[in-house]
């Protein structure tokens, strides 16, 4: 009566094989090749942020900035404006890449949980409150909203 599965909501299939032996048959193991792929824990693209607005990297939604599950904020401040990514509740976020980082990388990169100004095409990793590791790649930012694309690494 318990939902499981992978990813975050549990309900990306995944399948066992189990081979039963007769009793009395030797048996020898043997490998098959396999492709293993590396399912995100969320993920999506062009997703539109009002600013102002708070974003949850776990959950792949959008979170009252009171929440605990909320990991940043988008704020514009200053004149001429910045468009910055506050991260709210223990979450951090790196310098910015040409490209994007592998989970490696991101575990691996000096982070902040200071503002952080976003710059539209720029890939920049994070650690969420929950501490998972992803990237956050900001497409088009405005003084009105902010459109991205995220990843966050099982």
């Known amino acids: 009566g318990v939902v499981f599965g992978i990813?975050?909501?549990?309900d990306v299939a995944f399948?066992?094989?189990?081979?039963?032996?007769?009793?009395?048959?030797?048996?020898a193991f043997h490998f098959?090749?396999?492709?293993?792929?590396?399912?995100?824990?969320?993920?999506?693209?062009?997703?539109t942020m009002p600013a102002d607005s708070c974003f949850d990297l776990d959950a792949g939604s959008g979170a009252s900035c009171?929440?605990?599950?909320?990991?940043?904020r988008?704020?514009?401040?200053?004149?001429?404006?910045?468009?910055?990514?506050?991260?709210?509740?223990?979450t951090a976020f790196s310098n910015s890449m040409g490209s994007a980082p592998?989970?490696?990388?991101?575990?691996?990169?000096?982070?902040?949980s200071g503002d952080r100004e976003l710059d539209s095409g720029r890939y920049y990793c994070y650690q969420t409150s929950d501490g998972r590791y992803g990237y956050l790649h900001p497409t088009s930012l405005s003084i009105v909203s902010m459109e991205f694309d995220w990843y966050t690494y099982q």
């Open 102 to 112: 592998s989970k490696a990388t991101c575990q691996s990169a000096s982070m902040s």
């Open 32 to 47: 098959t090749p396999m492709i293993v792929v590396i399912l995100p824990y969320s993920q999506g693209t062009g997703v």
């Open 7 to 10: 990813g975050a909501n549990a």
């Open 66 to 72: 009171g929440s605990v599950g909320s990991d940043f």
């Open 15 to 27: 399948w066992v094989e189990i081979e039963v032996i007769p009793p009395g048959v030797t048996f």
């Open 74 to 90: 988008y704020q514009i401040s200053g004149f001429p404006f910045d468009n910055e990514a506050d991260p709210v509740h223990g």
